[in-house]
């Protein structure tokens, strides 16, 4: 039976969120054939069967799942035959703190980059909703976060540090081939690339090749969407 | 047969290494009866026979492994029934991402925060080794270092906010339970607790109960060498 991920939608049938990249990749992983059902900022009643606020959702058969975290945990217990995504729980918890790291080193300088291209490039009618929510987050207007984002390059860039220092010993965060602490990593250079052509990192960065042969997976998934190329 | 951990040597039989504090939690955890043999900065005679020339080194029968790292992947791998410090292949992938991020965001400010210190408690005869070789790794006098020390302690704090984040969902960064990841980051903290009084982590945070309960681990083992307690 078909899998169904509600995902975000933006303008121009964009799918940028980073957090349903790293659903979509991980159902990708675990070979389970998925419909992908478009929401936009503002369309909260198409999940409000789910409890909640927030995408990515996945419906698979009678489960009901939330959050990518969850999601990825789902997935690995319950399609334990199909190819890992964590390893074991050592491997599980690890995948968390790469999470952790994610969350708290990567995200914030990006955020503060891309806060005003993610408002350009939400549906028209999601604009007002982004720009209210997102102002209040950043403490500023999106026009004096525009001004300053020139400023968060080079800290976001720097904050990758432990994944380049990673990818001197082996191709994939994850070893020889990629599961989900890539799909983490991953899903941040999808929503870069979902709203801005500025190139986030050069191509002589090592990150540039893994991002590259990230977005080759699963028949060129990650290419499979409206995005900027570098 | 007992195992053979050659271990750096400061004065007073302090133990401060923390890679060799990582080599130490590995063998304990799995169950393996180990000899300590200590080995001041300038004593490479004593570790000659390894073919290079930096603790830890472990010599477990006939095998005689170098690097903390290439340690605890002999260690998972010859003693496999022994509980786990990785998980499999993806585990042990994501703790290499682990002891990348304390390699390149951990270290680097805290290392400026204790040069001064760990030479204060070097041997007096490995004091002017230590001297020379880490000035010209500073790129100045561990006297300006000293002075400038303060100013890493905030940064170093910083730099634990993906550890931090981990422990508000798990006890340990390996989940339930201590492995790998958890001993690559408490080597850095048996590092500081044997060379500085300084408290570098502060008494409410997460880190700080993360730390004792390490401490605790294997009847006190961490606590069983001369340092400062905070």
Not at 49 to 63: C, E, H, I, N
């Amino acid at each position: 039976m078909t899998s169904k991920l509600y995902e975000l939608l933006g303008a121009d049938d964009r799918r940028f969120s980073p957090y349903c990249w790293r659903a979509r990749l991980a159902l990708a992983h675990k070979k389970l054939e998925t419909e992908y059902v478009p929401v936009g900022f503002t369309e909260k009643d198409k999940i409000a069967f789910s409890g909640q606020t927030q995408v990515p959702v996945l419906v698979d058969g009678v489960s009901t799942i939330c959050d990518s975290w969850d999601i990825a945990c789902y997935l690995d217990d319950t399609y334990a035959d199909a190819p890992t995504l964590f390893g074991d729980a050592v491997g599980r918890a690890t995948a968390w703190f790469v999470s952790c790291w994610n969350e708290t080193e990567v995200f914030p300088p990006l955020f503060q980059l891309l806060a005003a291209d993610i408002h350009a490039h939400a549906r028209p009618e999601d604009q007002a909703y982004f720009r209210e929510s997102r102002e209040k987050r950043l403490g500023q207007s999106l026009e004096q976060c525009a001004e300053q984002a020139p400023n968060y390059l080079e800290p976001f860039r720097l904050s990758l540090r432990p994944a380049r220092h990673v990818l001197k010993h082996q191709a994939f965060l994850c070893g020889t081939s990629p599961a989900y602490a890539d799909y983490i990593l991953f899903g941040t250079f999808q929503w870069a690339r979902g709203v801005s052509p500025l190139a986030v990192i050069k191509r002589n960065d090592p990150l540039h090749a893994w991002r590259d042969r990230m977005l080759d997976l699963f028949d060129g998934l990650g290419r499979s969407v409206t995005a900027y190329d570098y």
